[in-house]
């Protein structure tokens, strides 16, 4: 199951507001490092939590981190013991979410869900009585149903019997569509419960779709059509806002369905559109690679 499963407080005082600010502007992570390699990973944040009784303190940063066996950074954080001291750094902004978009298409695949829940806070949140809320659309995909266990599906589908996501990612798909996930067993995901808390917090913007990979079903051609023409079909005589598709997750999920990013002058950078979405028509829609 995915579980927010670090949580790190600053160890001396910090800049005051330099987290707020971060939250207010988008997508943004923190580099930490491994000391004895001396290399670092960037890893998102999750926002503060918005419950009952929970803190809000930002300056306490909570993570989703799995543990890679080739990874040397989330290994060595998951042999930490409680109360262990790591070297951070940040934030980076990876993405300034515009004032004037007026709706968000979020693609995430596993831990890349974070973002989205960034990309959630910043526009309903932070940014609360600033611009008018934009409507947002997260197709969040699984290789297992324990992940997302309590997570309800807003739309319904067609049947499909697909090849899965994860092992036959470079493989061409033909077109089909998914099963909804019916969740009827306890021991509900945390994130999926806060996706479910975000869908009811703001009734008419936001939606989720569950994929999972055991079931199998997927985030398919078809499915993206069905959702980028629907919104075509629901933003017509609407005011001209910004319409945004992020894609966030593993680099063979993002490859899959935008591309590979590319380097240039020894910086990372968007690269060209390929991938699913370059098969769809997608004019209207920006489209960036986190």
Not at 56 to 74: A, W, Y
Not at 116 to 143: C, D, F, S
Not at 186 to 215: N, T
Not at 219 to 230: H, N, P, R, T
């Amino acid at each position: 199951m995915i579980l927010p499963n670090f949580i790190v407080a600053p160890a001396r005082v910090i800049e005051a507001g330099i987290y707020e600010e971060a939250w207010q502007k988008g997508v943004w992570s923190v580099q930490i490092k491994q000391p004895q390699l001396q290399i670092a990973r960037a890893y998102t944040p999750l926002p503060p939590p918005r419950s009952d009784g929970e803190s809000r303190t930002t300056d306490n940063l909570s993570f989703l981190i799995r543990q890679d066996p080739k990874g040397e950074v989330s290994g060595y954080l998951h042999r930490l013991s409680q109360g262990a001291i790591i070297d951070l750094r940040g934030p980076q902004i990876e993405y300034r979410i515009p004032d004037n978009v007026t709706e968000v298409l979020f693609l995430a695949g596993g831990t890349g869900i974070a973002p989205a829940l960034q990309v959630a806070h910043t526009l309903y949140e932070a940014r609360k009585g600033l611009v008018a809320p934009p409507k947002m659309r997260i197709l969040w995909a699984n290789r297992r149903r324990e992940d997302c266990e309590g997570g309800v599906n807003d739309t319904t589908s067609r049947s499909s019997s697909r090849p899965n996501l994860w092992s036959r990612i470079f493989v061409p798909e033909a077109e089909s569509s998914i099963n909804p996930i019916t969740v009827e067993q306890p021991g509900s995901s945390p994130i999926a419960l806060r996706l479910e808390s975000l869908k009811k917090s703001h009734s008419g913007l936001v939606s989720v779709e569950y994929f999972v990979d055991e079931e199998p079903t997927r985030i398919s051609k078809v499915v993206l059509k069905d959702v980028m023409q629907s919104s075509v079909a629901t933003s017509k005589g609407s005011s001209n806002g910004r319409k945004l598709i992020l894609v966030s997750g593993p680099d063979g999920f993002i490859e899959y369905f935008a591309g590979p990013k590319a380097w240039q002058n020894g910086k990372e950078v968007q690269g060209p559109l390929k991938g699913l979405l370059s098969q769809i028509d997608h004019s209207g829609w920006e489209i960036w690679k986190l």
